[in-house]
């Protein structure tokens, strides 16, 4: 009798204690899914892109993740964009982090990006979380610039007018602006940005060199595409020697002029080349 009670009891035991087992894995794994939805539940995110996009071409962009929880910190976060992917382990409450991902854009024209994911392992690298955070903005894509010959490519405009008072790079002084990120360093004004403790950069007047013209269908190219890209590379390449450049298009003409918007609206003419409607 004794050995049935002692028998009995064991198992007992045995029974309250897989009961606890499972019980506190159980408490765990809920503990551990409601830290993990509320480790991405509010994330905020800002994507930030260069003006210059081209086909192919790896493009660092920018990506700034906010977490906007009130007490606890946001851990191993994952950002996944376009096949690139950046890391942050540790992001505190109500703090801002700038992730850069070397992001390539494949096809030229316009797109759409709708969503960046962002990902956890977070809190025991059992489950991984995710979330799409919305982004909706439209980006456009350049072609691929590709050398080509320049005497031969380029024909000569019959656009007449001063071309003194352009912006150039080798002509007199017209005015001192802030520094873009896209001028060369010679053109810098030290003195200016040490007083003003922000970079400076001269304007100067373009040399009266002739107007030039691209015609994208007469330069060379096993395709349309390696033609544009050709284009492409024409009109940054004269762009920065500071002289006016344009486009002659099926859709129609676009004049020569200088200046860096000017230069992004030849760009974008050769983007969207056959693929919309949208005006130069």
């Excluded at 590709?146 to 080798?170: F, I, M, T």
């Excluded at 390449?237 to 230069?263: F, M, N």
Aim: charged share 20%; aromatic share 6%; proline share 6%.
């Amino acid at each position: 009798m004794l050995t049935l009670l002692l028998g009995f009891g064991a198992v007992n035991t045995g029974n309250n204690l897989m009961y606890l087992l499972v019980s506190a894995l159980l408490g765990f794994m809920a503990v551990s899914g409601w830290l993990g939805r509320n480790n991405l539940a509010r994330l905020q995110l800002e994507v930030q892109l260069p003006e210059e996009i081209y086909d192919g071409v790896e493009t660092l962009v920018s990506v700034r993740l906010h977490n906007r929880q009130r007490w606890l910190p946001a851990c191993l976060l994952q950002v996944n964009f376009e096949g690139s992917q950046a890391g942050c382990s540790l992001l505190a409450r109500g703090e801002r982090v700038r992730l850069s991902l070397a992001v390539t854009f494949r096809g030229r024209g316009v797109r759409q990006l709708q969503a960046i994911r962002v990902s956890s392992t977070f809190p025991i690298n059992f489950f991984v979380r995710s979330l799409a955070l919305p982004v909706l903005k439209e980006i456009l894509v350049f072609p691929c610039p590709r050398p080509v010959p320049l005497p031969a490519a380029v024909k000569l405009g019959s656009v007449q007018g001063n071309l003194a008072a352009d912006k150039g790079y080798e002509g007199d002084l017209t005015r001192i602006d802030d520094y873009r990120g896209g001028e060369p360093l010679k053109l810098i004004h030290w003195k200016m940005s040490a007083r003003q403790d922000q970079l400076k950069v001269k304007e100067l007047s373009s040399l009266a060199a002739p107007p030039l013209v691209i015609d994208p269908l007469r330069l060379s190219g096993k395709n349309l595409e390696e033609r544009l890209a050709g284009a492409c590379w024409l009109v940054k390449t004269i762009g920065r020697s500071g002289r006016s450049v344009g486009l002659q298009l099926e859709s129609g003409r676009i004049p020569p002029a200088c200046g860096r918007q000017h230069q992004l609206r030849l760009l974008g003419a050769l983007a969207r080349y056959g693929i919309d409607t949208h005006p130069a």
